[in-house]
């Protein structure tokens, strides 16, 4: 059974009372990014400093109050060497400066614990690093299970207890997924509302900076904070909501367990008088055709890669590689086709929706498989990509859609964790984020 940690908006509430303080809880998050629980989960911590600063009383009446925050090593941070989870750039030069995303987190009175692990280069939703070391689930008590990725060690951080807040990055599904799998909250905002500078980029299409929180109330203070916007909240109750469930792709091949707990929180909104309606939406099924190819995320990091490649192809995650390399093969007119093909898309499934306020959707089909299954090895090359893709196939649907998501806990205590994702268009993050506080509530009960 998983532990549940205070969350931020808890524990801010509690230092400002003075019953603890932010050095007493960044001593406990140090010492929790030090336990076998944690193993793997950071690339690097910066205890000395997160101690010192976590010190300044000023920090207290501050939007993160002086909090444990990780970085997914991902963005650059001054000073440090961003190597994207990869031993290729370990000998770039380090950061002149902060990435946005970090500058933002800071201003706002986050404290940086440490660079988190991840799937090399940010192109893979199970979460393995063949370079150092896979991070296993904080959920899973009975073998090491994979924890998800790309953020894989973002995802750890949080739910062991040794960071608040895991600023991490959502291409394809790296936020919601690992968020799904280790029983925390991930948010992915519409891409365009932060920015993405000072980031190594996967694709510049779909690619979104975004954070892991334990809470719902968490995630709209660190996208208030990563956005620079307000959100506007809502009292509306959810029975005044009209949401949709996807019986198209969405609810295929789901393992016993997703089943379960994907039916019982539908059974649970809808006793809360929730309004859902069961659709089609056979557009979902062109996305496998239309990626056929690599899709943007293999023409846009093969441009990015292709040097590397050239002169270090021998030091990559070979599957990482591999699907790198697809972009090589993609011409320009294929390009240009995707990106007609995808605006058509686009335009039929928002005719789908336009009635809808937000769509339900197990966040991915099947609850998180032993490492043991898809470490690194060729011998076990087949099952990672069978179940990459499927970890995949939900959450990328909404980056396809230039959408907004969030994936929930759905699951009991003693089950392993299921998430449940709540997904529109892009720019409805505020509607989203409001119904999503009540459906964490109702499915709290």
Not at 55 to 60: K, V, W
Not at 114 to 135: C, K, Q
Not at 241 to 267: E, I, K, P
Request: charged share 20%; net charge neutral; aromatic share 4%.
């Amino acid at each position: 059974m998983q532990i549940q940690l205070p969350d931020l908006s808890t524990t801010r509430r509690a230092i400002r009372a003075g019953l603890t303080s932010a050095h007493e809880e960044m001593d406990r998050a140090i010492g929790a990014s030090a336990s076998d629980s944690c193993r793997n989960a950071f690339l690097k911590t910066f205890e000395e400093s997160a101690r010192t600063q976590s010190r300044d009383s000023s920090l207290a009446n501050s939007c993160l109050a002086g909090l444990a925050v990780s970085v997914k090593d991902l963005f650059d941070v001054q000073g440090q060497v961003t190597t994207a989870g990869s031993i290729v750039l370990s000998d770039a030069a380090p950061a002149r400066q902060d990435c946005p995303a970090v500058a933002r987190l800071k201003s706002a009175g986050g404290v940086l614990i440490g660079r988190t692990n991840m799937s090399e280069f940010a192109f893979s939703g199970v979460g393995t690093n063949p370079h150092y070391g896979t991070p296993a689930n904080a959920a899973a008590t009975d073998v090491p299970r994979i924890p998800g990725g790309s953020s894989s060690g973002a995802a750890v951080s949080v739910a062991t207890g040794s960071a608040f807040i895991g600023l991490g990055s959502d291409t394809g599904g790296s936020i919601r997924i690992p968020a799904a799998l280790n029983g925390i909250v991930g948010f992915k905002s519409t891409a365009r509302l932060v920015p993405t500078g000072g980031a190594i980029p996967l694709s510049t299409t779909l690619d979104t900076v975004c954070a892991l929180t334990r809470s719902v109330s968490d995630a709209i203070i660190a996208h208030q904070v990563l956005a620079a916007r307000r959100v506007n909240r809502s009292n509306a109750p959810m029975s005044t909501y009209r949401l949709a469930v996807a019986r198209s792709l969405m609810q295929d091949g789901l393992d016993s367990t997703v089943a379960a707990a994907f039916q019982r929180s539908l059974d649970r909104l809808r006793a809360a008088g929730v309004v859902i309606e069961d659709i089609d939406l056979p557009e979902l099924n062109e996305l496998a055709t239309l990626q056929a190819t690599g899709g943007f995320s293999a023409a846009e990091s093969y441009a990015w890669h292709r040097t590397l490649l050239k002169n270090h192809a021998d030091q990559y995650d070979p599957r990482v590689a591999l699907r790198i390399q697809r972009g090589a093969s993609m011409a320009a007119s294929d390009y240009i086709e995707l990106t007609h093909a995808r605006a058509d898309w686009f335009t039929r499934v928002n005719v789908q929706l336009q009635r809808f306020d937000a769509v339900l959707s197990p966040t991915v089909p099947i609850v998180a498989p032993p490492i043991a299954q898809v470490a690194p090895g060729a011998e076990r090359d087949e099952a990672f990509f069978k179940v990459n893709g499927q970890l995949l196939r939900n959450t990328n649907v909404v980056n396809m859609f230039d959408g907004c998501a969030i994936s929930i806990p759905c699951h009991n205590p003693d089950e392993s964790p299921v998430g449940l994702m709540i997904w529109h268009g892009a720019l409805r993050d505020d509607a989203i984020l409001n119904m999503a506080l009540q459906a964490e509530r109702m499915l709290q009960k």
